[in-house]
């Protein structure tokens, strides 16, 4: 056996496996999105099976491109990850520096900080949506009645009750509609990812150069200064990988989706799929191929920044 | 450090108490979970009860009744140990070809492997359901979800181990084939015991993603093969009626896993990173 022999052969059960993972499901959704293949197609039954008989060429990715729901399930896709992108590195980046200096139960507050991370998503879900933003039964309903009643029992009181008398009556919100259930996959989110900023902002911050610090002190450099031009730079790296990673994460988000709104509120583009995934297999498809494009995009940058970061 | 002992009193107190308060909000969510779990469904919802309330543990003495519990949780638990197992059997040896005698298409190789994590599930989920339902016939199965399992986190795994297998010195290993050992004994005699550490918290952490994984696990079994995450996520009964019973069962999947956690924080910063932070 040669010198080179061995090691491929090492390597070669993971290659092939993770070439099987994904080229052979990827090849057939892109052979679907090329032909009609519709489940519960009562007037054409021949398109209930996959032919290559039923060639539409690109007629699926002109139906989706042309759908009004695929244009609104990436404005969601875009809008969610987004939004959570830029609360989880602002808090996560307070938080980190908050906790970066020695003070009594440090490791306690750590410990508690992190937690969140690992919840189920199923059950980060069922907790917000239920026990927390439940319009009359969570917290929410519960705290909106509270302020309710206490408002409504200071009107009458002498002095201060006309203060009382001008605010409205609050309504709660319902995080289930259409219009709010992204709000609500935005807060469980940012409240679950937001420990994973914190772990990596602060793991970087124990790296900082102290006595970089301490000479920009000598030289009467102010706090506002020493973040801008030292701490900044210094976050710049793990910063964009906090970036780039929860993209690639959130922009598959599913389970918390489905459970805040079962179907019936913001979709993103991943259960956009699963719902035309229930019958019209070829747009479902056509819809993948185009989510696969813009994880791609994301993925470019993510790879070469790793790629330089990583391999020197 | 002379210099950050010059703190005025007001920031030696108020910016720890800040941080005490942001980690107690940050748990609070968690803390009301496991404290409605011990709550009756009734008084789960009442406002008068918010605080003051007898515990029960009728929650979870209920738990096998009313969810099938134990059924759910051996799937969960007995397909991410051998997803975990499968990864590492197939990771440990390709990390260490790629650490000790790497070629030019190494890098390329790394990055690839990285790419297939960031391919959306939901993509391909139709094709999967098609071809193991339809062709191999191992939908809902035990098999299916541990090799899914498997494939999902082997790009981490193998990241996680490279990154680990890199921070041995060459010289050591070469020793070793100085002194004629075989390849194998050289993974089981100087590569495990030296990096230990790092297999260790790589299984670690893959088994806490295999757990918490809910996209393929859910979507490719209905019954016989359903994890916990199947068992919260179909969870459709009107729940505002059952929040007690609904919490225990929460607490119980996620228990666990978040004490598990606890013990690998720094782990998950190279593991999520891919080894970029360290």
Request: hydrophobic content about 55%; some cysteine; glycine content about 6%.
């Amino acid at each position: 056996m040669s010198k080179r022999t061995l090691p491929r052969l090492l390597q070669t059960p993971a290659v092939l496996l993770l070439l099987v993972w994904m080229l052979v499901p990827l090849s057939i959704t892109l052979y679907f999105s090329f032909i009609r293949y519709v489940l519960a197609s009562l007037n054409r039954p021949e398109w209930t099976t996959p032919s290559i008989t039923n060639w539409r060429g690109l007629g699926n990715y002109i139906f989706v491109w042309n759908n009004d729901g695929f244009w609104l399930a990436i404005y969601n896709s875009v809008f969610i990850v987004t939004s959570i992108i830029v609360l989880t590195v602002v808090l996560g980046l307070a938080t980190a520096i908050l906790v970066n200096r020695s003070f009594p139960g440090r490791g306690i507050v750590r410990v508690l900080l992190i937690s969140p991370f690992f919840v189920m998503p199923a059950v980060n879900a069922v907790l917000w949506i239920n026990m927390i933003l439940d319009p009359v039964l969570g917290l929410q309903g519960i705290a909106v009645s509270g302020i309710n009643e206490f408002s409504e029992n200071m009107r009458s009181a002498p002095l201060i009750g006309w203060f009382f008398s001008l605010w409205p009556e609050l309504t709660p919100i319902s995080f289930r509609a259409s219009q709010t259930s992204a709000i609500a996959v935005i807060m469980m989110v940012t409240w679950q990812w937001t420990p994973f900023a914190v772990l990596i902002f602060m793991t970087s911050l124990q790296s900082e150069d102290q006595q970089q610090k301490e000479a920009a002190i000598l030289d009467g450099a102010g706090k506002w200064a020493m973040f801008r031009f030292l701490t900044l730079p210094h976050l710049a790296r793990p910063m964009s990988i906090v970036v780039m990673i929860q993209a690639i994460f959130h922009l598959s988000l599913y389970a918390e989706i489905e459970i805040v709104s079962r179907g019936n509120g913001n979709k993103n583009l991943p259960y956009l799929i699963g719902e035309m995934a229930t019958n019209n297999i070829g747009a479902a498809s056509a819809t993948g191929i185009f989510a696969v494009i813009l994880a791609n995009i994301f993925a470019i940058f993510l790879l070469r920044m790793i790629s330089k970061s990583l391999m020197e | 450090m002379a210099i950050v002992a010059e703190q005025s009193r007001f920031s030696r107190i108020f910016w720890p108490t800040l941080a005490w308060i942001t980690a107690i909000v940050v748990f609070f969510p968690i803390f009301w979970l496991v404290f409605t779990s011990f709550k009756t469904d009734a008084d789960a919802v009442k406002p008068e009860f918010l605080f003051k309330f007898t515990p029960t543990l009728e929650n979870y003495s209920n738990m096998v009744d009313n969810y099938d519990y134990w059924r759910f949780a051996g799937n969960s638990i007995i397909t991410s140990v051998f997803a975990t197992i499968f990864a590492l059997v197939v990771g440990v040896p390709c990390a260490y070809a790629m650490a000790f005698d790497p070629t030019r298409a190494t890098k390329d190789v790394l990055m690839w492997m990285l790419s297939t994590k960031m391919l959306p599930a939901a993509a391909v989920l139709y094709p999967m359901t098609f071809l193991t339902k339809n062709f191999l016939g191992i939908y809902d199965t035990k098999f299916l979800v541990i090799v899914v399992l498997m494939l999902v986190n082997l790009p981490i795994v193998i990241w996680m181990l490279f990154s680990y297998f890199k921070e041995i010195p060459k010289e050591i290993i070469e020793a070793g084939k100085m002194d004629g050992v075989d390849t194998w004994g050289e993974i089981k005699e100087i590569l495990i015991p030296l990096a230990w550490g790092g297999i260790a918290s790589t299984a670690l952490l893959t088994f806490i993603f295999c757990w918490n994984e809910a996209y393929w696990t859910v979507r490719l079994t209905t019954t016989d093969a359903a994890t916990l995450s199947s068992l919260i996520e179909g969870n459709r009964a009107p729940e505002g009626l059952f929040f007690g019973r609904l919490s225990a069962v929460s607490t119980a999947a996620i228990g666990p896993i978040v004490v598990l956690g606890w013990f690998c924080q720094k782990q998950l910063v190279r593991g999520l990173t891919f080894g970029a932070v360290k």
